[in-house]
Nanobody, 123 residues
Framework: QAQLVETGGGLVHPGDSLRLSCAAPLRDFNSHAMGWFRQAPGKEREFVATISWNGGVTNYADSVKGRFTISRDNSERKVFLQMDSLRSEDTAVYYC????????????????WGQGTQVTVSS
């Protein structure tokens, strides 16, 4: 089972930016859609963003639309999440996930997951 590895989390102030990276050693990375999800303490895991295999299609949760940008580099088998204008409510563990073919906002569609990286937004 492929293991994805997220990096880039940390402690930042409201209004700051952070860029998460995910290394995805999937054999057919170019045929996989990728997604980012997050889980705040005491809450269910929720969808953040997803991107198609070639980056042509992206989708975002309403709560992050206009502030977060998902992208990918197929040559490096990596996916990124640029997070701008961070808010305290963005505090969560962020997970990278991969699935064959089409993007999805549903975590149960994703067979491949990372261990997560903590993002804390606090003044």
């Amino acid at each position: 089972q492929a293991q994805l590895v997220e990096t880039g989390g940390g402690l930042v102030h409201p209004g700051d930016s952070l860029r998460l990276s995910c290394a995805a050693p999937l054999r057919d990375f170019n045929s996989h859609a990728m997604g980012w999800f997050r889980q705040a303490p005491g809450k269910e895991r929720e969808f953040v963003a997803t991107i198609s295999w070639n980056g042509g299609v992206t989708n975002y949760a309403d709560s992050v639309k206009g502030r977060f940008t998902i992208s990918r580099d197929n040559s490096e088998r990596k996916v990124f999440l640029q997070m701008d204008s961070l808010r305290s409510e963005d505090t969560a563990v962020y997970y990278c996930a991969g699935k064959p073919f089409r993007p999805s906002a549903y975590d149960h569609d994703y067979p491949y997951w990372g261990q997560g990286t903590q993002v804390t937004v606090s003044s």
